[in-house]
T-cell receptor, first 112, second 118 residues
Framework: AQSVTQLGSHVSVSEGALVLLRCNYSSSVPPYLFWYVQYPNQGLQLLLKYTSAATLVKGINGFEAEFKKSETSFHLTKPSAHMSDAAEYFCAVSENNNDMRFGAGTRLTVKP | DTGVSQDPRHKITKRGQNVTFRCDPISEHNRLYWYRQTLGQGPEFLTYFQNEAQLEKSRLLSDRFSAERPKGSFSTLEIQRTEQGDSAMYLC????????????????FGSGTRLTVV
């Protein structure tokens, strides 16, 4: 069965520093992988997705993620954090496009 | 089209009462999903529709929960005899299966309905 593990429920970085949010997945078939961002009291917004094309995926707001099959990982990165990046980030996996399973989320705090 | 709309945004109800939420998906999307999100957790899958057919239900969806999408457009999620454990954010999402554009295989979420059972 598909599942996602997000390492670190809370990550804190300084403004301008590298952002690295970790996601490992489990799937019995080649998966679709996603990162979503959620701001307080709002729904989830798609940042980027992997659908078996290029392994390095670029998304909105300067974020990107790399699919590494050998490590079953799909970590999210951004070279330079901005205050507006502070939010909850969710990694998700879908095996068959019928439903999506989410990780528990990582709360990103950006310090000035 | 302004995206996925959910109504109401907030609902406070007394334990034992019935509540109904509505979701209006993006009009051309054929898939509609319901998720539940509790504080500090990721969204948990409840059920999904392809057009008007309900194709999968999670074991989280007890017999007190029912969802409908009668004409393949909007959907309703009803919770009967609410319990305090039902307090959560209920998220609706839609997608277009087979869409190979940039948003293909990704969902568009609504802002959610926050339910508080007192």
């Amino acid at each position: 069965a598909q599942s996602v593990t997000q390492l670190g429920s809370h990550v804190s970085v300084s403004e301008g520093a590298l952002v690295l949010l970790r996601c490992n997945y489990s799937s019995s078939v080649p998966p679709y992988l996603f990162w979503y961002v959620q701001y307080p009291n709002q729904g989830l917004q798609l940042l980027l997705k992997y659908t078996s094309a290029a392994t390095l995926v670029k998304g909105i707001n300067g974020f990107e993620a790399e699919f590494k099959k050998s490590e079953t990982s799909f970590h999210l990165t951004k070279p330079s954090a901005h205050m507006s990046d502070a939010a909850e980030y969710f990694c998700a996996v879908s095996e068959n496009n019928n439903d999506m399973r989410f990780g528990a989320g990582t709360r990103l705090t950006v310090k000035p | 089209d302004t995206g996925v709309s959910q109504d109401p945004r907030h609902k406070i109800t007394k334990r034992g009462q019935n509540v109904t939420f509505r979701c209006d998906p993006i009009s051309e999307h054929n898939r509609l999903y319901w998720y539940r999100q509790t504080l500090g957790q990721g969204p948990e899958f409840l059920t999904y529709f392809q057009n008007e057919a309900q194709l999968e239900k999670s074991r989280l969806l007890s017999d007190r929960f029912s969802a409908e999408r009668p004409k393949g457009s909007f959907s309703t999620l009803e919770i009967q005899r609410t319990e305090q454990g039902d307090s959560a954010m209920y998220l609706c999402a839609s997608s277009l299966v087979g869409d190979t554009t940039a948003l293909g295989y990704g969902y568009t979420f609504g802002s959610g309905t926050r339910l508080t059972v007192v």
